[in-house]
């Protein structure tokens, strides 16, 4: 059942402190910056010289950060949407190594691309939430996610749990491609340990009932953010169209000047993601936006006071690492959607045209 609440949706996303416990349990020593994912012990991927996830909607969000996590430690990774990767035709040999990231492990079009990468010649690898699942099944190796099952058709918990078990396996990757450990292995384990309490933080003092309450009747809803966070832009775009049946879009924050610009209004609410890192920049991008009148509701933690001067709100964040920030504006920015979505009496659990599992390419 719902234990208590309105939605699966809401339910699950007040999981996301056990389901990040239970994907990290084992897995990662802070103290030692040891790693440790069952299947994969150090030396499994020595012959990998590229990676090249495949996903599709939320999966494939998480797909972008995990090749930002890869590539940033100096392993070649790119991500492809995977109903594109046949079209594309990215070359593919004996040490690529082909991630297919679904939460279900049912997607036809991801299903689709890993076997043809299999034909290709690749290694593939499933991530994914569901043992026994065709993904699991098909691929040469499978690292589960361990979010538990989710219910409600928005992918809420499950992306949570795929981004950490995503940096968990690039380090494994970077330290066995390249023979040595990420530049601050220790404070990263530190920051993906300390997630469950930092998600529990949010959950407990959110203010997005009241900010989704304030921009109801808006025209349009943009989500900006750069680097790590662009990736959490376009998730909290994709959430917030999904479930709220409100026009949303999700950008790069340096594209806003080359375009989409000419849509922002005193009408148009634009959510700023911040990090930590490159600040300053997206900043630059915010006024761009307030210039045109637009409300800016900033997430944030709290000690960037040039980000609260100049925002209208701001959700806050617990202040952690760059690259794991992420995951907690994501948290703010699900809470966004569900409420917006719940003020105007959408159906949360099953929105109109979607399912679960997506079994049709
Ligand atoms: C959005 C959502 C979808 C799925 C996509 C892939 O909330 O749930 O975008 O992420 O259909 O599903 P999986 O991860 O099962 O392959």
């Given at each position: ?18 389901a ?6 084992g ?11 069952e299947?994969f ?7 990998v010289d ?17 090749a ?5 430690g100096?392993?070649?990774?790119q991500t ?10 990215p ?8 991630v297919?990231v679904?939460q ?11 076997r043809?990468?299999n034909?290709?010649?690749?290694t ?13 099944r098909?691929?040469?190796?499978a690292?589960?996610?361990?979010a ?7 992918a809420?918990?499950t992306?949570?749990s795929q981004v950490v ?5 690039a380090?494994r990757?970077?330290r ?12 990263r384990l530190?920051?993906?340990a ?10 407990d003092y959110?203010s997005?009932r009241?900010?989704?309450e304030?921009y109801?009747?808006?025209?349009a ?15 909290g ?8 049946y ?8 340096g594209?806003?000047?080359h375009g989409?610009?000419?849509?922002v209004t005193?009408?148009?609410p634009?959510?700023?993601?911040f990090?930590?890192r ?5 900043l ?5 936006a307030e210039?045109r009148?637009?409300?800016v509701?900033a997430?944030?933690?709290d000690?960037q006071?040039a980000?609260?001067q ?8 617990p202040?952690?690492?760059p690259?794991?920030a ?14 917006a ?8 659990d099953?929105?109109r ?9």
């Amino acid at each position: 059942g719902k234990g208590g609440y309105d939605h699966y949706m809401l339910k699950e996303i007040h999981e996301q402190p056990a389901a990040l416990r239970q994907t990290l349990r084992g897995r990662a020593d802070p103290a030692t910056g040891d790693i440790d994912l069952e299947d994969f012990p150090a030396g499994t991927f020595a012959d990998v010289d590229r990676v090249q996830f495949v996903a599709c909607g939320t999966s494939y969000h998480a797909g972008l950060v995990g090749a930002q996590y890869l590539s940033a430690g100096g392993v070649p990774a790119q991500t492809f949407l995977a109903s594109e990767y046949a079209t594309g035709q990215p070359p593919v040999d004996d040490n690529t190594l082909v991630v297919g990231v679904t939460q279900s492990g049912e997607t036809a079009d991801t299903l689709s691309a890993l076997r043809q990468a299999n034909t290709s010649g690749a290694t593939t690898l499933a991530v994914t939430n569901v043992v026994g699942s065709t993904a699991a099944r098909e691929c040469d190796d499978a690292l589960f996610i361990r979010a538990g099952p989710e219910i409600g058709v928005a992918a809420t918990k499950t992306f949570s749990s795929q981004v950490v078990s995503l940096a968990l396996l690039a380090e494994r990757l970077v330290r066995d491609v390249t023979g040595t450990r990420t530049d601050d292995t220790r404070e990263r384990l530190g920051a993906l340990a300390d997630l469950p309490g930092h998600v529990q933080q949010i959950l407990d003092y959110s203010s997005a009932r009241r900010v989704a309450e304030e921009y109801r009747d808006s025209d349009a809803y943009f989500f900006i953010g750069r680097g790590s966070v662009r990736p959490v832009a376009l998730e909290g775009a994709l959430k917030f169209k999904e479930i709220s049946y409100e026009h949303a879009e999700g950008f790069a924050a340096g594209e806003l000047k080359h375009g989409p610009l000419a849509l922002v209004t005193s009408e148009t609410p634009v959510f700023a993601v911040f990090t930590g890192r490159n600040d300053e920049k997206t900043l630059g991008n915010v006024k761009e936006a307030e210039a045109r009148g637009a409300p800016v509701v900033a997430v944030a933690s709290d000690g960037q006071d040039a980000v609260h001067q100049y925002a209208d709100e701001v959700l806050t964040i617990p202040d952690t690492h760059p690259d794991v920030a992420g995951v907690l504006a994501n948290v703010q920015l699900q809470l966004v959607s569900y409420h917006a979505a719940d003020l105007l009496e959408r159906a949360i659990d099953k929105p109109r045209n979607l399912a679960k599992s997506v079994t049709v390419e």
